[in-house]
């Protein structure tokens, strides 16, 4: 495996999963409480033994390379191999352009992948979910003299139909390949993790197919070329939707989940930055839920994932929810069945998610906010007493005067005027309400429509975090 090269697709956008994936690649976007997507990626190559490790970004970078850096988490900061991030560039004779596809971000890259030693190359997605050692897979495909080995696993037909659905022979070589069906013929798709030989990489990139499920695939099958699959039992996930990440984040609260996170023989690394052990106050009361280091708890937390820095105050109940890094939620206010993105402040009484009206859809995103989870974009302050329904789109750095009134209904949206700048303020740590004893930094503030004063300040009280960048 030490001469297996691993190609990370990294430049996601995720639109399907609405506002997380608006500042940040959606293999950057956390989960897991204190983790990235793209960590559990990372981890399988580290653990089946690979450290050379090419990663593709494109749409929005900044935070998958701060976290990623030189790979020290993952022991990939090397002078030979390693980990390296790439991004499309203008090079002479060529116009420049955004990757038009998966195959087409490796064909543009193609000159690093050949000074690699060995013949193998793994194409990997980087936003998904999943432990698998690519030791036994690469095997296979060695085994078969294969030009491309495929990983393909059942899913459910609801699912088929965003995938690439296929069949295998009785010696696992594909016969048939379906892209993303509306009628699919079976229920075994492909994974999206490829392992390729160096020799029909050359052979197979070209401009004019710029996707490997679309064109490349189908092109090899249809030629006849050697392309294999391989069975995976394991657990993947594919959190591409709002629904699906909810729900792949809560599982993990189950008494024996699909995903082990505490399997100390395929640990998954991540860059995590030195805080306090999260404490759990004399009024505090938690019930089946990831508590993340740094965090504060004085009032309920139920059924939930809380990212490192969470402050649940005294009264306060958050449930059925997902918290990230650095949210604040005041005393008496409430949290249920939500997506909070990092550095939120949730004013004392506050209502996020009222109401029983689950199938009312978001008006802007129908498609995207459909299942009664409302999200709650970065760095958004939600005002004192104010109360929202299901399926709620909460934009980024929302403040009190972006609330038309105190009850915002089910499907609405919530968002800074765009001729408004979204102020460069810290993480907004704290609303109206009292300090109640915690040091504060010196705060600004402002008065909303319904007279509610709103104070901002870093949640950490000091240097604004690695962990807390998009």
Not at 336 to 345: F, S
Request: glycine fraction near 10%; hydrophobic fraction near 40%; include cysteine.
């Amino acid at each position: 495996m030490k001469r297996t090269l691993a190609v990370i697709l990294a430049g996601g956008e995720g639109e399907r999963l609405s506002i997380l994936s608006s500042l940040r690649a959606k293999p950057a976007v956390p989960f897991g409480g204190k983790y990235r997507i793209i960590d559990f990626t990372l981890s399988n190559c580290v653990n089946s033994d690979i450290d050379n490790v090419v990663v593709l970004t494109q749409y929005n970078p900044r935070s998958l390379n701060d976290h990623i850096g030189m790979g020290r988490p993952w022991d990939l900061d090397r002078n030979y191999g390693g980990v390296r991030m790439l991004q499309p560039y203008i090079a002479r004779g060529r116009v420049a352009e955004w990757y038009r596809g998966t195959a087409d971000a490796v064909l543009q890259n193609l000159n690093v992948i050949e000074q690699a030693p060995g013949d193998a190359v793994l194409v990997l997605a980087g936003d998904h979910i999943y432990k698998m050692d690519y030791q036994p897979f690469v095997a296979a495909h060695r085994r078969h003299r294969a030009d491309v080995t495929i990983a393909v696993r059942r899913v459910p037909l609801a699912d088929a139909t965003r995938m690439g659905i296929l069949a295998l022979d009785e010696n696992d070589r594909i016969v048939e390949w379906q892209e993303k069906p509306r009628q699919p013929k079976s229920d075994l798709a492909s994974m999206g993790v490829y392992v390729f030989s160096k020799r029909a990489l050359h052979q197979w990139l070209a401009e004019s197919r710029p996707d490997f499920g679309h064109n490349v695939i189908p092109a090899m099958i249809e030629a006849g070329a050697r392309v294999y699959g391989y069975r995976f039992d394991g657990y993947w996930q594919d959190v591409g939707t709002v629904q699906s990440y909810w729900e792949a984040n809560l599982a993990l609260l189950a008494d024996t989940p699909e995903l082990d996170l505490y399997d100390r023989e395929w640990i998954i690394h991540t860059r995590s930055e030195e805080r306090a052990p999260a404490k759990i106050g004399a009024t505090a009361q938690v019930h089946r839920s990831l508590i993340s280091h740094g965090c504060v708890i004085n009032g309920s937390v139920v059924n939930s994932v809380l990212s490192p820095g969470v402050v649940v105050d005294v009264g306060a109940v958050v449930r059925d929810s997902i918290v990230l890094f650095d949210c604040v939620i005041r005393p008496g206010a409430v949290v249920d069945r939500a997506i909070l993105d990092k550095e939120v402040a949730v004013g004392p009484g506050a209502m996020i998610g009222e109401g029983t009206d689950y199938d009312v859809p978001n008006r802007r995103e129908p498609g995207r906010l459909n299942t009664g989870i409302t999200v709650v974009g970065k760095q958004a302050v939600v005002p004192r007493g104010v109360r929202i329904g299901r399926n709620v789109l909460i934009g980024e750095g929302a403040r009190a005067a972006d609330f038309p009134t105190r009850v915002i209904r089910s499907g609405s949206t919530v968002e800074r005027p765009r001729e408004r700048p979204l102020r460069a303020t810290m993480a907004a740590a704290q609303a109206a309400g009292p300090d109640d004893g915690r040091d504060s930094a010196a705060a600004s503030s402002e008065l909303g429509p319904v007279g509610i004063e709103v104070s901002t300040r870093p949640a950490t009280g000091g240097r604004r975090s690695s962990e807390a960048k998009d």
